[in-house]
């Protein structure tokens, strides 16, 4: 590849370096003008570190299908749903810019690798990263679909995070990274361990569970190493925030458990009976999980004694999303169900079709939704 063989270089420079720049930038393709208006902000996974929106959406009717996009051979990773364009990066290395509103697509970048996770963006930029050849992170222009910058970093199956001026990222060797989004140089990096759920950085801490059944908490402030602790079972969904000194993870074990940061002291604990494989979301003095038997639970993060749960008719392999008058759960059927959380208990279901790895994503009543094969779908 191109990409290999600068780097083997010690100095490419001149008209090296213009020429290898006109044919990376050759690897994209555009298709639509990306409109420079609306809120394209999505800088972690499911868009905030609570994993629900800050306000949450309504649907009063069952949605019909808006728009179907193709998206090559696969997609593992969560959408990167803006107000005006979706950002989807695929197995067979290509990151694809569509419309939110209508499913067009506006451009198509080829990577030098497979893309394991979801990208994100913010301030103009797409950030993906690869899970397998040599390990690249890439900064995508959103407006144009050109490359800005390429690192090679190590292999990425976690979640990235955007924050400011700074992107971080877990290698599946264990690397901690913080990179300067403007140029991708590395700011510093700290061994961290193998992490599936990546980090998750609020005002002062980052932390990031291990496949090793450990959590490793560093400051935000600089990278400083704070604590290295063990977890009561496995995690490798994401944590989620439920404030700046506590977050929560699930267990596939079958448990849900809040750690205190940075000690990583575990302040209560939930038993599922069942596992929870993707991450809770948490919103108000709220956490809600739900198991692979689709039992919802909601949990007061001040009275977890309090915990309740509600079976519904599905089994999944991930977290909900819950709206402002219900849940809608990804289904391993390849079913949409919504449930309503009070009073009758309406429920609908929407026939999707493929595997469904990720929460379906809802903004302003429209729902986005991406199988691990087969096409993006959205409803409205």
Known sequence: MLQQWRGKLEVPSGAVNAALTVLLAACAVTF??????????????LGT?????????????????????????????????????????????????????SGQLFWRYRGPDAFGVG?????????????????????????????????????VAAPLVLRDTTL?????????????????????????????????????????????????????????????????????APLAMIRDSLVVAASPAGGIFALALPQGTVEWRVDTRDPVPGAPVVHGDTVFAITNA?????????????????????????????????????????????????GVGRQWTLGVGGDLRHPPIVQHGQIVVAPVLGDVMSFR
């Open 119 to 155: 990208a994100v963006m913010g301030g103009g930029a797409v950030y993906v990263a690869t899970e397998a050849g040599d390990g690249f992170v890439t900064s995508i222009d959103l407006h144009t679909g050109k490359r800005r910058w390429q690192v090679r970093a190590g292999l």
């Open 32 to 45: 639509r003008d990306v409109p420079r208006v609306g809120v394209n902000e999505v800088r972690e996974y």
């Open 49 to 101: 570190p609570t994993r629900t929106p800050l306000q949450l959406e309504r649907l009063d009717s069952v949605p019909e299908l808006a728009w179907t996009a193709p998206t090559g051979r696969g997609v593992t990773g969560a959408p990167a749903v803006g107000e005006r364009v979706t950002v989807i990066a695929s197995v067979d290395r290509w990151v694809y810019a569509l419309d939110t509103r």
């Open 168 to 236: 971080y990222t877990v290698t599946t060797a264990g690397l901690l990274l913080a990179l300067d989004t403007r140029t991708g140089a590395t700011r510093w990096s700290r061994v961290a361990g193998a992490s599936r759920g990546g980090p998750l950085v609020t005002a002062t801490f980052i932390a990031v569970p291990s496949l090793s059944d450990s959590m490793f908490v560093f400051a935000t402030d600089g990278g400083r190493a704070l604590t290295r602790v063990a977890l009561p079972s496995g995690v490798t």
């Open 294 to 342: 689709c039992a919802l639970w909601q949990i007061p993060s001040s009275a977890p004694a309090a915990a309740a749960s509600l079976p519904l008719p599905c089994r999944t392999r991930t977290g909900p999303t819950i709206l402002r008058d219900g849940v809608l759960v990804a289904t391993i059927a390849g079913d949409l169900l919504f449930h309503e959380r009070s």
